[in-house]
């Protein structure tokens, strides 16, 4: 195992009714005057901003609202929150939504006591400083509730980069699991999806002796796919979405990640096509993920057996591993199927003919230097070889 740090010091509250304490837990971590960000209107339909909002009122704290984040959340939106926020001298700024509220906060929050361009930080400055923000989770998926992370569409020439730095962990995440029983079918299984996403990226580690962080990731790759198709079949069973809620917390604020070398090349060749063709994260990863195993496998072929026959219950065939392999991938196509993800390009928007493009700006948009590094290390032309295996 690697020599690590882990500090992660967001305040989870999680359960029934929490949202109510969201004025409460303001108050605790010192905020006065506060920016509530939210989404498209999931938030207001509910009544959940409404609560959000006399919760404040009764702690006598005093708010600004700007609605209106984008799935895949877009720079333009957080220019206009950073000026709100210089405007009206917020202190603090409380994301009502999914991974994408999350994120624009967050940006929003560096930016506003930021001298510079807040893109500066999603072109790889650390992110050191940044106002407090406290999170009112309603998607279990991106993990952003946990994360030190935040990923923002640059909308000047429309490219997804994504910005670190532990001033970005959340100082508490408010995680209410009925919140998450008004998600349509789709976007549930898209969060399942990038959970396994973000277990898959840790999973895939050139680092030896990691059997604490396997078994961890294991075990939280077997809840999804035992309790994934049940929320899918029974969208109201509380202790369903609790348990993929937890998971999805889990799963990225880094505790199974620690000591270990990570992937994410799958990541960032989805973030090329849930930029260009703005379809969901998690559903640009379901068509990603099996093409990119597909073709890195060989790699580490002892981990890969692992994986596919204690996650996916394959016998393992001695004289040919390479065909356990396949059945695991199979098993991992067919559980994204089962939960109503899409398999291919064209089901995501996407276009053969774009495939130079994709390749280019993964490999040499902003910060590049002409191959992605993880698992393993590709140029341009594997890179275009993995879109090609999404056909
Ligand atoms: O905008 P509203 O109306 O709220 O609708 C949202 C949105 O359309 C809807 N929704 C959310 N909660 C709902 C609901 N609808 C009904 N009932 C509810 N309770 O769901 C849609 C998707 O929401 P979004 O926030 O975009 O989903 P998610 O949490 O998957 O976030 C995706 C974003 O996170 C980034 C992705 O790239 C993407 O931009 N990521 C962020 C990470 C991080 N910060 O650590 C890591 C991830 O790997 C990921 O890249
Ligand atoms: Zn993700």
Redesign the pocket.
């Known amino acids: 195992m690697n020599n690590f740090t882990f500090y992660s010091p967001t305040y989870f509250v999680f359960g029934k009714g929490e949202e109510n304490r969201a004025g409460e837990m303001v108050k605790r971590f010192g905020g006065n005057k506060v920016l509530i960000h939210?989404?498209?209107?999931?938030?207001v339909r509910?009544g959940l901003l409404d609560r959000v909002k006399k919760s404040l009122e009764n702690e006598g704290i005093s708010y600004v609202e700007l609605g209106g984040?984008?799935?895949?959340?877009r720079s333009g939106l957080v220019y206009e929150g950073i000026d709100l926020c210089r405007k009206e001298k917020v202190d603090f700024v409380l994301a009502v939504?999914?991974?994408?509220?999350?994120?624009s906060s967050k940006a929003i929050a560096a930016g506003t006591v930021y001298e510079g361009d807040f893109w500066d930080y999603y072109t790889g400055k650390p992110v050191e400083k940044a106002l407090p923000v406290g999170t009112i989770l309603?998607?279990a998926?991106?993990?952003?509730e946990g994360?030190p992370?935040?990923?923002i569409?640059n909308e000047d020439g429309m490219y997804?980069r994504?910005a670190s730095g532990e001033a970005y962990r959340p100082v508490f995440s408010i995680m209410n699991p009925e919140?998450?029983t008004?998600?349509?079918p789709y976007?549930t299984a898209?969060?399942i999806t990038?959970i396994m996403?973000?277990l898959m990226e840790r999973y895939l580690t050139n680092t030896k002796d990691v059997t604490t962080t396997d078994r961890m990731i294991e075990g939280l790759m077997l809840a999804m796919i035992e309790e994934g198709p049940k929320a899918i079949k029974d969208p109201s069973n509380y202790e369903v979405r609790a348990n993929i809620m937890w998971a999805g917390m889990m799963a990225?604020n880094n505790s199974c990640g620690v000591g270990r070398s990570q992937d994410w090349i799958s990541?960032n060749i989805e973030?090329e096509l849930?930029a260009l063709y703005d379809c969901?994260?998690?559903a640009g990863l379901a068509v990603t993920f099996p093409a990119y195993l597909s073709l890195v496998y060989k790699h580490d072929i002892p981990r890969l057996v692992q994986w596919a026959t204690r996650v996916w219950g394959c016998d393992e065939n001695k004289e040919n591993p390479e065909e356990t392999i396949f059945e695991g991938i199979k098993r991992y196509r067919a559980f994204l199927k089962e939960i109503g993800m899409p398999l291919t390009l064209a089901e995501v928007g996407g276009k053969e003919e774009d495939i130079d493009a994709l390749a280019h700006t993964a490999c040499y948009g902003e910060g590049g230097d002409g191959k992605l590094y993880g698992f393993v290390t590709l140029d341009e032309e594997q890179v275009k070889e993995v879109y090609r295996k999404m056909l």
Do not use: E, F, M, R
């Not at 984040?69 to 959340?73: E, G, I």
């Open positions: 939210y989404g498209g209107g999931s938030a509910s984040v984008k799935a895949n959340p939504g999914g991974g994408s509220v999350i994120d309603t998607i998926a991106a993990g952003s994360s992370d935040s990923v569409t997804k994504g919140l998450t008004t998600l349509p976007q898209c969060g990038d996403a973000h990225h990541h973030h849930s969901a994260h998690g």
